[in-house]
């Protein structure tokens, strides 16, 4: 992970009302909180937290965490961030106060390498899981895990057992889990499915009834 430093404001006044004023002012309301201490409300710019969140780590990166004024450097991980639902900005952030040398579990993205052997045939990759969650020291953690796919046909599955992670680093999860399915043609299934159809709609009428012995059955 790599190392970004984050100055903040520590805060006193908590509540909606407060977090609307903060957004106003064009600050991002958050809480530090872990390594035993008590929680403390922060706030930082928009800008400095979507700078902060931008390096090649994005949201992995380890943050030296220093409020405004001080020297004191909290480590920390981004825990949560809360979006806006129609704007697609934070309007809150959680940070995790975590130490070096003490394994934590996170989630990194999923990296998907190669083209299938069956997409080339006309099948269609249909990926499952878009984030791993993974365990190790904070130093040691990936931006994302990478897998390749090149040797899957149609029909064939990836399991989070085929993804290789780094030295020192654990995934967690059911190792026997799908995480990518190359699917048959769409064209072919629609193709089967019209012709299915079809042959339904030319079949002969059904014959229903109990027919007496030299009658033919009626038909509906």
């Known amino acids: 992970?790599?190392?970004?430093k984050l100055v903040v404001h520590q805060r006193d006044d908590t509540g909606t009302r407060n977090a609307k004023r903060l957004r106003k002012r064009g600050l991002i309301p958050g809480v530090l909180y872990g390594s035993g201490n008590p929680a403390a409300a922060i706030a930082v710019e928009a800008t400095v937290l979507r700078a902060a969140m931008s390096t090649d780590a994005g949201s992995h990166a380890v943050l030296d965490v220093s409020f405004e004024g001080q020297k004191k450097t909290h480590v920390a991980i981004v825990k949560d961030v809360?979006?806006?639902?129609?704007k697609h900005v934070v309007t809150h952030f959680d940070l995790q106060e975590?130490?070096?040398t003490e394994p934590i579990e996170t989630t990194v993205g999923l990296q998907i390498e190669g083209t299938p052997h069956g997409v080339t045939m006309?099948?269609?990759l249909d990926v499952t899981e878009h984030e791993l969650t993974v365990r190790g020291l904070p130093t040691d953690i990936p931006e994302h895990l990478t897998l390749n796919v090149e040797s899957l046909d149609v029909g064939?599955?990836?399991?989070l057992g085929d993804i290789v992670a780094p030295e020192g680093i654990t995934i967690i999860g059911d190792p026997?889990?799908?995480v990518c399915t190359v699917l048959a043609p769409k064209v072919v299934v629609e193709e089967v499915e019209e012709a299915a159809a079809e042959a339904v709609a030319e079949g002969e009428p059904e014959l229903v009834g109990k027919t007496e012995e030299g009658e033919e059955p009626a038909e509906r």
């Open 1 to 4: 992970m790599e190392r970004v």
């Open 176 to 178: 026997e889990e799908t």
């Open 122 to 124: 006309g099948g269609i």
């Open 98 to 100: 975590i130490r070096l």
């Open 82 to 86: 809360a979006l806006d639902k129609v």
């Open 156 to 159: 064939d599955h990836a399991r």
